[in-house]
């Protein structure tokens, strides 16, 4: 099932950042059950190698794989496509024209402006799929990251945008932008994520976010969020580590 597809069913989707980037850590999470990984590009220092192997790793899997590029540039965007990601979070989204151009660079002409290997590349199964270039644009599902007080104001253009399909509100670098990384509790921020939030349902499209304090996801869901990535293979190994240590270190403890 595609994840336009998995949207629509009953419950939000929960999903996982891999920031390490260890495929084994996505194979895990679809076993264990995720609906999605958000393979993140931005903030970690894998590369392109590592989608492949994901995406082979998640491809008969229920598990659907999102990847997020360094930024919103055709050179990345292409490459990503190219190797079979379908589900693109490009973060940083502060105006509509930006939005207009990573659509434009993800579809092919005449909707768009991607350059075409058809023939050779892994998403159209090296060739195997000939109608690989008649479908590929609607197999899209492109989410604009909204983090940024100037995306803020141009929400409406951004999630107005034909082509877009979620809006994902990045609340640490919103919350940068207004000025103070974390202060989810202040009005501007609180005001902000409300802005952005009434642009997707008035444009519909999906929303999405990552829980914070104050911003759980549940509240997310209440208020309209439909994909939730939660935790990360890097804190889940950071605090599984720091809780392993801390309980050797007491059992070995003299007088234990
Ligand atoms: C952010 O919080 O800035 C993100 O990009 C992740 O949600
Ligand atoms: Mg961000």
């Not at 994840?3 to 629509?8: A, P, Q, V, Y």
């Not at 679809?30 to 492949?52: N, W």
């Not at 199964?125 to 983090?147: K, R, V």
Request: aromatic share 6%; proline share 5%; charged share 20%.
């Amino acid at each position: 099932m595609n994840l336009r597809d998995k949207l629509t069913g009953p419950n939000a989707l929960g999903g996982i950042w891999i920031n390490d980037g260890w495929v084994t850590a996505c194979e895990m999470a679809a076993m264990i059950g995720f609906d999605f990984v958000v393979l993140d590009l931005e903030h970690s220092p894998h590369g392109l190698d590592r989608v492949v192997d994901t995406l082979r790793v998640l491809g008969g899997t229920e598990t659907a794989c999102v990847v997020r590029p360094t930024g919103n540039a055709p050179l990345l965007l292409k490459r990503l496509l190219d190797v079979g990601a379908q589900n693109l979070m490009v973060p940083m989204i502060s105006t509509g024209a930006e939005a207009r151009a990573m659509v434009a660079d993800c579809r092919y002409p005449p909707a768009g402006r991607r350059g075409c290997a058809s023939a050779v590349v892994r998403a159209s199964g090296y060739g195997l799929d000939p109608g690989y270039i008649t479908h590929a644009n609607d197999d899209l599902f492109l989410m604009a990251q909204i983090e940024t007080v100037e995306g803020i104001v141009n929400a409406g253009a951004i999630a107005g945008t034909d082509g877009i399909d979620m809006i994902f509100i990045g609340p640490t670098d919103l919350s940068g932008s207004f000025g103070e990384i974390g202060a989810f509790d202040s009005s501007a921020y609180r005001d902000a994520v409300t802005k952005a939030e009434d642009a997707a349902r008035c444009a519909g499209k999906f929303l999405g976010s990552m829980p914070v304090p104050g911003h759980d996801a549940k509240t997310l869901v209440r208020r309209g969020h439909r994909l939730i990535a939660g935790s990360s293979d890097l804190v889940l190994l950071r605090d599984g580590m720091k809780n392993a240590l801390a309980t050797l270190r007491q059992e070995l403890s003299p007088g234990m």
